[in-house]
């Protein structure tokens, strides 16, 4: 009942909200926008322009934002044109939210949460302020797939290891965003050689049923090497972008000269947090692991966007079940801690926090919204500038403009030391770790 109530709360304030402010303090799906655009080109125009090398890559679309997912996605996108474009938002938003309570349910089922009313009402209980996270509502803000991907992902780790075609999900979601191939190492690291075998063949399909549909735009894509271009996303250094690449640009002034540096620390890192996450996973906590190698993807990716931290919806979850059932006072105050140290470090906060009273988002700005940054736009007509504001942050700012990354690198150091903490404890007679049990069936 308690999580009813304020699920219903939580839900009922952001439709107040909507209704009390102006659109674009609440929604401007300009992703979700471009996500319908390419399944228009897919739809309309692939046949229509028999001289233009890829009319998918080329389109330029509102505000210049580029589709920069692979031929795959722009298939699928395709269900997104049925509709007219605001009820779509609607839905879409519907169905992202949907997501949100989805994930929540199944990271507590894949935590070892039995009872069903219990569950479910954690779970409500939870999403109510996880719903007025920055990244959730930045997604919403957008018409962002973020929810969507993560939730599949998770649905996919949390079936029964006898499934064939568990590993599938990854796949799948690889193939819509290049993000989630961070989970086929991670997954032959713990050993699951099959999943990890099936993930690698679903996103090999994906491939080719994009050079099969969308020929000119797949070889554009894959053999141009659009696919590793990031700048094509907008400024690498932005404010918005919460990545290793992102605060080594920012630091070096440019991003040729972060290039280097950003190379050798995303190799170390990855190589850490797979290894982190590996080591966690066989050690009988197989949901920590998989949040662990999403932590390491959001590092080491060159653009993570705000909005691709949604993984603090199950990363705060998992603590907080760590509280309920850690043993030790001490153990549970740390655990709860980090659950509230989570959510408010990427709550959503009012923006008249640091001065801005009409700021575009709203009350969808996180805290790293506070110093200065730099129109997006701007990058895309002048291209790498020394003056753009995020090269000359000082003090605070420098905390506040890269609060996600930094939270996320301390993050993965205490899941590292987890990890040398379940070492140091395993098994004394054979020197191995105790294999994680196969997960419940889902519900």
């Given at each position: 009942m308690a999580g009813a109530v304020a699920f219903g709360v939580a839900?009922?304030?952001?439709?107040?909200?909507?209704?009390?402010?102006?659109?674009?303090?609440?929604?401007?799906?300009?992703d979700l926008r471009v996500y319908r655009d390419a399944g228009l080109i897919v739809r309309h125009l692939r046949f229509y322009h028999p001289h233009r090398a890829s009319p998918?890559?080329?389109?330029?679309?509102?505000?210049?934002?580029?589709?920069?997912?692979?031929?795959?996605?722009?298939?699928?996108?395709?269900?997104?044109?049925w509709a007219p474009f605001w009820t779509l938002w609607k839905i879409w938003a519907g169905v992202?939210?949907?997501?949100?309570?989805?994930?929540?349910?199944?990271?507590?089922?894949?935590?070892?949460?039995?009872?069903?009313?219990?569950?479910l009402g954690a779970t409500l209980l939870l999403a109510a302020p996880?719903?007025?996270?920055?990244?959730?509502?930045?997604?919403?803000?957008?018409?962002?797939?973020?929810?969507?991907?993560?939730?599949?992902?998770?649905?996919?780790?949390?079936?029964?290891?006898?499934?064939?075609?568990?590993?599938?999900?990854?796949?799948?979601?690889?193939?819509?965003?290049?993000?989630?191939?961070?989970?086929?190492p991670y997954l032959a690291l713990t050993r699951r050689f099959r999943q990890?075998?099936?993930?690698?063949?679903?996103?090999?399909?994906?491939?080719?049923?994009?050079f099969a549909v969308l020929p000119r735009d797949s070889r554009a894509y894959w053999m141009d090497g659009l696919f590793y271009r990031g700048s094509r996303t907008g400024f690498i250094g932005w404010e918005g972008n919460q990545s290793l690449s992102a605060i080594i640009t920012r630091f070096s002034g440019s991003i040729s000269a972060?290039?280097?540096a950003w190379l050798v620390v995303a190799v170390l890192t990855g190589v850490v947090g797979l290894v982190c996450a590996a080591v966690l996973d066989r050690a009988g906590h197989r949901m920590a692991g998989l949040l662990a190698c999403a932590l390491t993807g959001l590092l080491v990716s060159p653009v993570s966007w705000d909005h691709f931290w949604v993984w603090i919806v199950p990363g705060t979850v998992a603590a907080a079940v760590y509280a309920?059932?850690?043993?030790?006072?001490?153990?549970?105050?740390?655990?709860?801690?980090?659950?509230?140290?989570?959510?408010?470090?990427?709550?959503?906060?009012?923006?008249?926090?640091?001065?801005?009273?009409?700021?575009?988002g709203g009350f969808s700005k996180g805290l790293i919204w506070a110093p200065p940054n730099t129109n997006p736009g701007t990058y895309f007509r002048l291209g790498d500038r020394?003056?753009?504001?995020?090269?000359?942050?000082?003090?605070?700012?420098?905390?506040?403009?890269?609060?996600?990354?930094?939270?996320?690198?301390?993050?993965?150091?205490?899941?590292?030391?987890?990890?040398?903490?379940?070492?140091?404890?395993?098994?004394?007679?054979?020197?191995?770790?105790?294999?994680?049990?196969?997960?419940?069936?889902?519900?």
């Open positions: 839900v009922a304030g952001y439709a107040v909200y909507a209704k009390t402010s102006p659109r674009s303090d609440w929604a401007s799906p300009v998918l890559y080329d389109w330029s679309g509102s505000g210049n934002l580029q589709f920069t997912y692979p031929p795959f996605a722009a298939l699928l996108f395709t269900v997104l044109t992202s939210i949907a997501a949100l309570v989805a994930t929540i349910w199944m990271t507590l089922g894949g935590l070892g949460c039995r009872r069903v009313l219990a569950r996880l719903l007025w996270s920055e990244p959730v509502q930045r997604t919403l803000y957008l018409g962002q797939i973020e929810l969507v991907l993560m939730t599949l992902i998770i649905w996919d780790q949390c079936q029964p290891d006898r499934r064939w075609w568990k590993g599938a999900g990854i796949g799948v979601g690889a193939g819509i965003l290049l993000t989630p191939l961070i989970f086929i990890a075998a099936v993930a690698s063949g679903t996103f090999a399909a994906t491939i080719l049923l994009g972060g290039r280097p309920v059932r850690a043993r030790r006072a001490a153990a549970r105050w740390a655990a709860a801690g980090l659950a509230a140290g989570i959510a408010l470090v990427f709550g959503a906060w009012p923006t008249s926090l640091w001065g801005e009273y009409h700021a575009v020394p003056g753009y504001a995020e090269y000359h942050w000082h003090g605070l700012q420098l905390l506040t403009g890269n609060l996600y990354v930094l939270t996320g690198i301390a993050l993965l150091v205490l899941l590292v030391a987890v990890a040398v903490g379940a070492v140091r404890t395993a098994d004394s007679g054979t020197g191995r770790l105790t294999p994680a049990p196969a997960p419940p069936p889902p519900g």
